[in-house]
């Protein structure tokens, strides 16, 4: 048996998803497989219409394979129902999304403790003290109080990453997070991911930038409903490190001027 620590997080074996409206049928996933372990931070890659979003819906319970078998954290979750799969997100999973998707009239604490008060175990006690330990973790414990239309895209999505951080889930999974920032923004989100990622946290992110997927440690390319390539990233950007280089005073001129 594997220790609790080497066991993947994920493990797809011949997932299918076959939407059905009326007489029409899409074949969204055509037989994927994935198995990925703790620590990784992969990148999810493909064009309009591969199956991107519909494998990040099944990755993260939101809908269930029509066929084939998923693992999640040791726990088989084809055949659940609808109540299991939402304890289980609840437990396994954190999500966040290209829109940021905050409370509008609720404060960054609160959006942040949300998924705490949602939890029908009622595992947590100390929601209040748990949201502010996540609102530091991504830097923004001076600004709990602040709303989302006080806070810049940047800010807001790093508030959706500690309301997905705050239940300590296994699995981190972010559909196009970085879609709505602009770029100094992106890398800035970029390098909070890649410190979580240091700390320990599994990462799976969908993107059609490769400036995104350089940050990642491998990258997965869906075509098709199917996984075409699946291979690690060479020579892996630091975020950190480009936005100190962004930061740097331009010496451009200065070398022109010494030559
Ligand atoms: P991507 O995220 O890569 O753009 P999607 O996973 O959203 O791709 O879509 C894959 C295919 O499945 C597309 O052909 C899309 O039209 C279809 N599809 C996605 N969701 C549904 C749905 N709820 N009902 C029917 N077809 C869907
Ligand atoms: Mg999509």
């Given at each position: 048996?594997?220790?609790?620590?080497?066991?993947?997080?994920?493990?797809?074996?011949?997932?299918?998803?076959?939407?059905?409206?009326?007489?029409?049928?899409?074949?969204?996933?055509?037989?994927?497989?994935?198995?990925?372990?703790?620590?990784?931070?992969?990148?999810?890659?493909?064009?309009?219409?591969?199956?991107?979003?519909?494998?990040?819906?099944?990755?993260?319970?939101?809908?269930?394979?029509?066929?084939?078998?998923?693992?999640?954290?040791?726990?088989?979750?084809?055949?659940?129902?609808?109540?299991?799969?939402?304890?289980?997100?609840?437990?396994?999973?954190?999500?966040?999304?290209?829109?940021?998707?905050?409370?509008?009239?609720?404060?960054?604490?609160?959006?942040?403790?949300?998924?705490?008060?949602?939890?029908?175990?009622?595992?947590?006690?100390?929601?209040?003290?748990?949201?502010?330990?996540?609102?530091?973790?991504?830097?923004?414990?001076?600004?709990?109080?602040?709303?989302?239309?006080?806070l810049s895209?940047g800010q807001q999505?790093r508030?959706?990453?500690?309301?997905?951080?705050?239940?300590?889930?296994?699995?981190?999974?972010?559909?196009?997070?970085?879609?709505?920032?602009?770029?100094?923004?992106?890398?800035?989100?970029?390098?909070?991911?890649?410190?979580?990622?240091?700390?320990?946290?599994?990462?799976?992110?969908?993107?059609?930038?490769?400036?995104?997927?350089?940050?990642?440690?491998?990258?997965?390319?869906?075509?098709?409903?199917?996984?075409?390539?699946?291979?690690?990233?060479?020579?892996?950007?630091?975020?950190?490190?480009?936005?100190?280089?962004?930061?740097?005073?331009?010496?451009?001129?200065?070398?022109?001027?010494?030559?």
């Amino acid at each position: 048996m594997n220790a609790p620590n080497d066991r993947p997080v994920i493990e797809l074996a011949g997932v299918k998803k076959i939407y059905a409206s009326g007489k029409n049928k899409v074949t969204a996933l055509r037989g994927v497989d994935l198995t990925v372990t703790p620590g990784e931070m992969i990148a999810v890659m493909g064009s309009s219409g591969s199956g991107k979003s519909t494998l990040m819906n099944v990755l993260g319970c939101l809908d269930v394979p029509t066929e084939g078998r998923y693992v999640l954290d040791g726990v088989r979750v084809d055949g659940m129902t609808k109540n299991q799969l939402a304890d289980l997100r609840n437990q396994k999973l954190g999500f966040v999304f290209q829109g940021f998707n905050l409370l509008a009239r609720t404060s960054a604490l609160d959006n942040v403790e949300l998924p705490l008060l949602y939890d029908r175990a009622g595992r947590w006690q100390h929601t209040k003290a748990m949201a502010t330990a996540a609102l530091e973790r991504v830097g923004l414990g001076a600004r709990l109080d602040h709303h989302p239309s006080e806070l810049s895209g940047g800010q807001q999505q790093r508030v959706a990453i500690a309301r997905a951080l705050v239940t300590q889930p296994t699995l981190l999974l972010a559909d196009e997070p970085t879609g709505n920032l602009d770029s100094r923004t992106t890398v800035e989100v970029m390098a909070l991911f890649q410190a979580l990622n240091d700390q320990g946290i599994t990462i799976v992110l969908v993107t059609h930038e490769p400036e995104v997927a350089h940050y990642a440690r491998r990258v997965v390319e869906v075509r098709d409903g199917r996984i075409v390539r699946d291979h690690p990233v060479e020579r892996r950007h630091d975020a950190a490190a480009d936005l100190r280089e962004m930061d740097a005073p331009d010496t451009t001129d200065l070398m022109e001027e010494a030559a």
